[in-house]
């Protein structure tokens, strides 16, 4: 494997470790200095809109700047919003208003960071001699290591060192995953503008106006509207799931601590489903790469929804981890080929955007419906929203033909250097 893809993925594995690592300390540090539940929630809540604001117009910025540099740009962000609570710490102490100031100005990095990295990918594919499949297939595989790794480090960083501590780590991550990045060549990250000359004249001229052209881009386009509304779904029923159902079901069962192993069930799955796509995603028709994601997960959550018993759930985890590794990945190499080169930045910004905002509001459903009704009510209410949402997208032309064509070729093939 050439330098070009091997520098990304590094990248993309330091990057969504340093987040994974913070999504777990950062709550217990705010817990430690200032002794308040609510502080964690307030925390969250403050950085969740800026984050989804963030993602929504940085993607103008993103499809007008080299997409190296964009990644590098906010992988910095992230880094220096981290570093800053430890120095402030260090001067004067931390309070609620530092942790949200700063959650603040880091959550301007996280969304519109994924951007670029996505944004990307279709210039790693042609310049570093690996098919699309394999990248993707990786790409996941990596995913679900760092999410494993993730909440280990942070248990056992926070048992070693002093809190405030723990976040000179997780910025050294963004900013070795920005380093990391610079190994790829500058080149690669450029805007391939080779549009017919009509086209271009017509390419708006104000950023709002750019913005609501990758808005009409995405949701007037099925294919893109389809592929969409299976993701954030997914994402929002995984997120209730892990952030309230299972949860309180361990916790009603005396076992709290078995969530840990629920998640690592999902990974380890994820893990061999994106192995298993980056080695024969060229194989075979890509439908039925679709269809054993969609039923696989279906059933998956399906089992999990039961809640007959721990091992029960285990098995569950570990299904929806292997069918979501295989969806995920042909999801990603579709997006390489279907969305305009000039308009990535804009259209995953938004779609990264829903889905960032999408996981709150699956655990308040789900807190509504386990109030008002049961436990079991809220999973198999989430199993259910899951299994429409998956019903819609095996019965939708727009997915049934899913083979590359000479255009989405053109699309990955065209060099631009």
Do not use: K
Request: proline share 4%; no cysteine; net charge neutral.
């Amino acid at each position: 494997m050439r330098l070009v893809p091997i520098a990304y993925l590094s990248s993309y594995t330091l990057s969504l470790l340093g987040n994974s690592v913070a999504g777990i300390a950062l709550p217990l540090i705010v817990l430690q200095m200032t002794g308040s539940v609510l502080g964690m929630g307030a925390l969250a809540a403050a950085t969740a809109v800026p984050a989804v604001l963030a993602g929504l117009f940085m993607g103008v910025v993103i499809d007008r700047i080299n997409r190296r540099t964009s990644s590098v740009l906010t992988d910095l962000v992230s880094a220096a919003a981290i570093a800053a609570l430890p120095i402030v710490d260090l001067v004067s102490g931390l309070n609620l208003g530092w942790f949200i100031l700063f959650g603040i100005i880091g959550s301007v990095g996280d969304v519109p960071g994924l951007t670029a990295r996505d944004a990307l990918l279709p210039a790693i594919v042609r310049h570093g001699n690996i098919s699309a499949e394999r990248l993707m297939g990786l790409r996941e595989s990596l995913g679900a290591v760092a999410m494993l790794l993730g909440p280990a480090a942070a248990g056992t960083l926070m048992v070693v060192f002093d809190g405030s501590t723990v976040l000179w780590i997780t910025a050294g991550t963004s900013l070795l995953a920005a380093l990391v990045t610079l190994l790829v060549p500058h080149r690669v990250g450029d805007i391939v503008r080779d549009l017919p000359q009509a086209d271009t004249d017509a390419v708006p001229a104000t950023g709002w106006a750019q913005l609501r052209e990758g808005w009409r881009v995405l949701f007037r386009s099925r294919f893109l509207r389809a592929t969409t509304m299976l993701s954030i779904v997914s994402v929002v029923v995984l997120a209730a799931l892990q952030g309230l159902v299972l949860p309180v079901y361990f916790t009603l069962a005396d076992q709290p601590g078995m969530l840990g192993y629920v998640l690592t069930a999902l990974a380890a799955g994820m893990l061999l489903g994106g192995g298993a796509y980056a080695l024969l995603g060229a194989r075979g028709r890509r439908r039925w790469w679709f269809v054993a994601g969609i039923v696989g997960t279906t059933v998956g959550f399906a089992v999990v929804a039961t809640l007959a018993s721990v091992w029960v759930v285990f098995a569950g985890a570990f299904v929806v981890g292997l069918s979501g590794g295989l969806f995920s990945s042909l999801v990603g190499v579709l997006m390489i080929e279907r969305i305009p080169e000039q308009m990535r930045g804009r259209v995953m910004g938004t779609q990264n955007s829903m889905m960032t905002a999408g996981p709150p509001l699956g655990i308040v459903v789900a807190a509504v419906v386990t109030e008002l009704a049961s436990l079991e009510a809220a999973a198999i209410t989430l199993a259910g929203v899951w299994s429409v949402a998956a019903v819609v997208g095996l019965s939708v032309r727009s997915l049934r033909s899913l083979e590359p064509t000479e255009e989405t070729e053109a699309t990955v093939v065209r060099t631009g250097a």
